[in-house]
Structure formats: structure tokens, C-alpha cells
């Protein structure tokens, strides 16, 4: 059984620009959560998909978005990057309502 | 509005002791979840423990044990003797009872010593 993969692990982007997140949910898993855990902080929920829909957002502007395929996986796509956007994302996946989250590694982002 | 409050930013110990991880919790819904995770310095987080909320029963994993109490909003951590290995960054965490929008805490950092 795979676990979370998240790609890239790291990615120094410059203010203003774009970028995708991607992530590969666990085998039986159809539900992926996104995470923004900046550095010395606990991670704060963007959003979460689910059948290919979103299913409840944090407090995040629209500049972040996201998309689930139909095999599960996940993109995590921020726009017009800020400095204050540097932050491990960190990708969560479930069976529904199920018994718990299971998290990959993150990618780190730094914006300069 | 939920919100998770970890008190104790950084706790170090010596190996072999007992230490307690504090976690207190506000909610107005009835029915919600509780969760403790642990994050080693290569970032993932390690799934430890959920309970629902109509399950105030303590629990003992091997070393691990938990103690939660309604009455207090508390859910509390304990690790019982200690190993270096136990070093970590723990997260306690709510989140509503359709598993949505998961609320973390800001984190305990332990350090066990040899």
C-alpha cells in the first residue's frame, strides 16, 4: 500500500509568479485536504476535494485553487505568489469519513 | 468557531521520564473529532490517535496514552518512559464530525535527552 506523494519537495519561485503542487492520494483513498503549515506554526486547512469537487475552504483568497482527478489525485495551484506564501503545503488523504488523515512529506515553498 | 490551544511551546525531558502534552479544545458542535499527530524534523505528519466525541474512554497505546475529558475540553498527550526517539513536534488537532477542516493547535516541541 502507497503512501502520500507529494512533488516537487521543494520549489523557489519568485513573487508573482504561478505555481502547482501535485499529490498522490493513498490506494482506497478518495478525499485529498490541503495544508499550509508555515515555518514554527501548526498547518492551517485551504481545502479539501472530494469526487472531484471542493468540500469546504479554509480562509484562503480565491488566488488559491485547486483540482482532484478522477483518479484521486490532487493540484494545489497558487497565483500572483507573495513572500508570505513561503510555507510547507502539506497534502492529506481519507476515505471519507474514515478513520483518519494520511499526510505526505509536503513540498517547501520559498517565494523570494 | 473552533479553535485548538497547545499551552506548552517546548518541553524537554530526560530519557526514561514521563512528560504530559497538554491540549485544550473549544467547539460549539456536539459531535467532532480529536486527533494527536507527531512530526519529525522530515516534515510529514504521523497519524497517533483519533477519538470521537461521544467517546470519553481513556486510551493506552504501548507507551502512548490519552486522556480525554469533555467536561473540560481537554485531551490530553502522555508519554510514559521517554526515548530520544520521541523527539518530535506534536499536533493536536478538531476537526467537525464530516472530517472536514481539520483545526490544528500551534504544536508542543519535545526534546528527550539521552
Known amino acids: 500500500e502507497t503512501g502520500v506523494t507529494q512533488s516537487p519537495t521543494h520549489l523557489i519561485k519568485t513573487r508573482g509568479q504561478q505555481v502547482t503542487l501535485r499529490c498522490s492520494s493513498q490506494s482506497g483513498h478518495n478525499t485529498v485536504s490541503w495544508y499550509q503549515q508555515a515555518l514554527g506554526q501548526g498547518p492551517q486547512f485551504i481545502f479539501q476535494y472530494y469526487r472531484e469537487e471542493e468540500n469546504g475552504r479554509g480562509n484562503f483568497p480565491p488566488r488559491f485553487s485547486g483540482l482532484q482527478f478522477p483518479n484521486y489525485s490532487s493540484e494545489l495551484n497558487v497565483n500572483a505568489l507573495e513572500l508570505d506564501d513561503s510555507a510547507l503545503y502539506l497534502c492529506a488523504s481519507s476515505f471519507w469519513n474514515s478513520y483518519g488523515y494520511t499526510f505526505g512529506s509536503g513540498t517547501r515553498l520559498t517565494v523570494v | 468557531a473552533q479553535k485548538v490551544t497547545q499551552a506548552q511551546t517546548e518541553i524537554s525531558v530526560v530519557e526514561k521520564e514521563d512528560v504530559t502534552l497538554d491540549c485544550v479544545y473549544e467547539?460549539?458542535?456536539?459531535?467532532?473529532?480529536l486527533f494527536w499527530y507527531k512530526q519529525p524534523p522530515s516534515g510529514e505528519l504521523v497519524f497517533l490517535i483519533r477519538r470521537n466525541s461521544f467517546d470519553e474512554q481513556n486510551e493506552i497505546s504501548g507507551r502512548y496514552s490519552w486522556n480525554f475529558q469533555k467536561s473540560t475540553s481537554s485531551f490530553n498527550f502522555t508519554i510514559t518512559a521517554s526515548q530520544v526517539v520521541d523527539s518530535a513536534v506534536y499536533f493536536c488537532?478538531?476537526?467537525?464530525?464530516?472530517?472536514?477542516?481539520?483545526?490544528f493547535g500551534a504544536g508542543t516541541r519535545l526534546t528527550v535527552k539521552p
Open positions: 467547539t460549539r458542535d456536539t459531535t467532532y473529532y
Open positions: 488537532a478538531l476537526s467537525k464530525y464530516n472530517n472536514n477542516d481539520m483545526r
